[in-house]
């Protein structure tokens, strides 16, 4: 948003972010001179920041813009390849969360037969990438396509467990 939001009183480029470690959600202003291109990375932590002048704050799923929730699936995606070890590291590890959930219940596409493979082929060995799960479980469609689904439906508060995000901020 170059000209920042109509209902704010300064006028400033503004840019929503993802986080790449717990996927939150910010907004934050641009400094004047940098050039920011949807779907790159850039630093927000702390030090000398080259594009982002200022963490304005975390905001929800609905204070996204259109643009932003059109292109979140897609930056997710891309977040999830460049991190897969974690996600098959959850797909090698998750445990049950009740006697009656399990964790893998809790992605989406992954009903009781799938769950069943997944932790029949598990024994056998870890998944070693995405490629070797779609492999050995020829029935899950799209393995990162899942996660994405997951964790936007965490980031819009549907979810009762929160497995990759934190929950968000609740209005007072």
């Known amino acids: 948003m170059s000209a920042g939001k109509a209902s704010d009183s300064r006028k400033e ?18 400094k ?27 905001i929800v799923y609905t204070q996204l813009t259109n643009g932003a929730q059109e292109i979140l699936p897609t ?6 390849e460049e991190r897969s ?4 590291n959850f797909m090698n590890k998750a445990a049950p969360i009740s006697m009656r959930v399990h964790q ?22 870890p998944f070693a990438d995405f490629a070797d799960l779609k492999k050995r479980v020829p029935t899950l469609a799209d393995p990162i396509g ?8 965490e980031l819009e508060g549907k979810e009762r467990y929160y497995l990759f995000t934190k929950p968000p901020q609740r209005a007072f």
């Not at 840019?15 to 939150?24: D, E, I, K, Y």
């Not at 930056?75 to 999830?80: A, K, N, Q, T, W």
């Open 104 to 125: 893998l219940d809790l992605l989406p596409g992954i009903g009781k037969r799938n769950m069943e493979e997944i932790l029949k082929e598990r024994e056998k060995g």
């Open 146 to 153: 899942i996660f994405v689904h997951r964790i936007v439906s």
């Open 85 to 88: 070890d974690l996600f098959l």
């Open 13 to 30: 480029s503004i840019v929503q972010l993802v986080g790449h470690n717990f996927f939150t959600l910010l907004e934050a202003s641009v």
């Open 32 to 58: 004047p001179n940098a050039s920011m291109v949807v779907g790159n990375k850039v630093f927000v932590g702390k030090g000398e920041r080259s594009e982002i002048d200022r963490i304005k704050g975390r």
């Open 75 to 80: 930056v997710l995606r891309r977040i999830i």
